[in-house]
């Protein structure tokens, strides 16, 4: 069974950059899926952030682009987010997750227990 | 960018009777639509892919219909563990979009 653990600060202050790592436990991140990170603020809807296939390639959620990079170390088994120059619309629930592949996207079958990261001074 | 608008917002349902939630998307996405289950203080949880294949241990009574534009997700007779909220998602090129969720409460 797939299991995936976010780790991070869960205080970030405002302008700086928030780092988040997934370690992805019972399956390869090297496996023909695409791994991803979805946010959502307390009570309200969930929004995909963007995801990274094991070889590097990523897509991101237009609206923040260019401050969101996504990383993979295949060595570890992991996958790690980055948002640059946070502000308190940041402070949100992050979730790692898998979506899978056969042949063609699957769904998001697997999910992370989630993080709630603040900013604020 | 693609819109995914879900309705109602909430849904207040009795136990044993049948939920209907409904998602349009801003343009056609085909198939490629995924509808969610969220509990509180949960992570979600996939039910139906390509708009109605249902997922890995996922009940009958969760199904999922249409194609394009609109989309359905029937829950036949709602069980006390299936009050939740819901989320449809569309997997377009290279982005993933999430509907605004229905929340299905107990009438």
């Known amino acids: 069974q797939v299991q995936l653990q976010e780790s991070g600060p869960g205080l970030v202050r405002p302008s700086e950059t928030l780092s988040l790592t997934c370690a992805v436990s019972g399956a390869s991140i090297s496996d023909e899926n695409w791994w991803t990170w979805v946010r959502q603020p307390p009570g309200k809807a969930l929004e995909w952030i963007g995801e990274?296939?094991?070889?590097?390639?990523?897509n991101y959620q237009p609206s923040l682009k260019g401050r969101v990079a996504l990383s993979v170390d295949r060595s570890q088994n992991r996958f790690s987010l980055r948002v640059t120059s946070v502000t308190a619309a940041d402070t949100v629930l992050y979730y790692c997750a898998r979506e899978i592949y056969r042949g063609h996207f699957s769904g998001i079958d697997s999910w992370g227990q989630g993080i709630l990261v603040t900013v604020s001074s | 960018e693609i819109v995914m608008t879900q309705s109602p917002a909430t849904l207040s349902v009795s136990p044993g009777e049948r939920a209907t939630l409904s998602c349009r998307a801003s343009?056609?996405?085909?198939?490629?639509l995924a509808w969610y289950q969220q509990k509180p203080g949960q992570a979600p949880r996939l039910l139906i892919y390509g708009a109605s294949t249902r997922a890995t241990g996922i009940p009958a009574r969760f199904s999922g219909s249409g194609s394009g534009t609109d989309f359905t997700l029937t829950i036949s007779r709602l069980e006390p563990e299936d009050f939740a909220v819901y989320y449809c998602?569309?997997?377009?090129?290279?982005?993933?979009?999430f509907g605004g969720g229905t929340k299905v409460d107990i009438k």
């Open positions: 990274i296939y094991h070889g590097g390639t990523t």
């Open positions: 998602q569309n997997y377009g090129t290279y982005i993933l979009t």
């Open positions: 343009q056609s996405v085909s198939s490629n």
